[in-house]
């Protein structure tokens, strides 16, 4: 119970300096999106991008769920928190969102209610998404490079005892990293990251894909693929 009460206490410290921050920044934007967890509830996030001392922060705002995704109910959350923590809507000068209707929407989309409140902010649809609606149609010969490449990291990043295993592996190996990165969908599509990930610890994977049953073991032993991709040669075997 003790423990409980701390975390709270500290968590309450971070919200109460964010608000401090943000209620002391000339401006501020948003950015918004819905998302249903595993457990199949709705929730929305916002981020916030603001400034203090010179510098331009961003930082979560909050994650709540809400009973429909509807326009109205969104905003209404959003609404109820900034007026509970006394943010001026009129510092408001930008939103990012995706495109969906119920954020877009002209006459009763998120952004219309925003507008009605915040008469400064301007729309941005979010790039990233904008790209994941373009990964979506991604060419058959680079998604076989993506999707083994995923699959690989969930292999090993997503079972506890792999996870555990290949941290020692690269700890004694003497690597530059010892975790890999997963893929994820919200808020930044990780793709470039998780590839970059792979990339540095290709010969820490292919070591201990050695030792494990993995359908996508042959990938790291294909001794062309090594030569693309820089693997060390005494990890390689070649075919006849």
């Known amino acids: 119970m003790t423990l409980s009460w701390r975390i709270q206490d500290m968590a309450a410290n971070v919200k109460d ?3 401090k921050c943000v209620n002391n920044s000339r401006y501020f934007a948003l950015q918004l999106d819905e998302m249903t967890d595993i457990a199949a509830v709705a929730n929305l996030l916002a981020y916030i991008r603001y400034e ?13 769920s809400v ?55 301007t729309w941005v649809h979010c790039s990233i998404h904008q790209e994941a609606l373009a990964a979506k149609k991604m060419p058959v010969e680079m998604k076989g490079v993506l999707d083994p490449a995923v699959k690989t990291v969930n292999f090993i990043k997503a079972r506890p005892m792999n996870s555990r295993i290949f941290s020692v592996l690269c700890n004694e190996m003497g690597s530059a990293h010892v975790q890999l990165l997963l893929h994820t969908e919200v808020w930044w599509l990780s793709r470039g990251k998780v590839l970059t990930r792979l990339f540095e610890l290709c010969s820490e994977i ?3 894909l050695t030792d494990h049953s993995f359908q996508f073991t042959s990938c790291f032993e294909d001794f062309i693929l090594a030569l693309v991709i820089g693997l060390p040669l005494q990890y390689t075997h070649t075919s006849k």
């Open 17 to 19: 300096i964010l608000m």
């Open 52 to 64: 203090w001392e010179g510098k331009v922060l961003e930082d979560i705002l909050f994650c709540r």
């Open 67 to 121: 009973p429909r995704t509807t326009a109205e109910q969104l905003f209404q959350l959003l609404d109820e928190f900034v007026k509970e923590h006394g943010i001026d809507w009129q510092h408001c000068v930008g939103v990012c969102t995706d495109g969906a209707r119920a954020m877009v929407g002209r006459h009763s989309g998120v952004m219309a209610y925003i507008r009605k409140v915040a008469h400064n902010a």
């Open 206 to 208: 292919q070591l201990f």
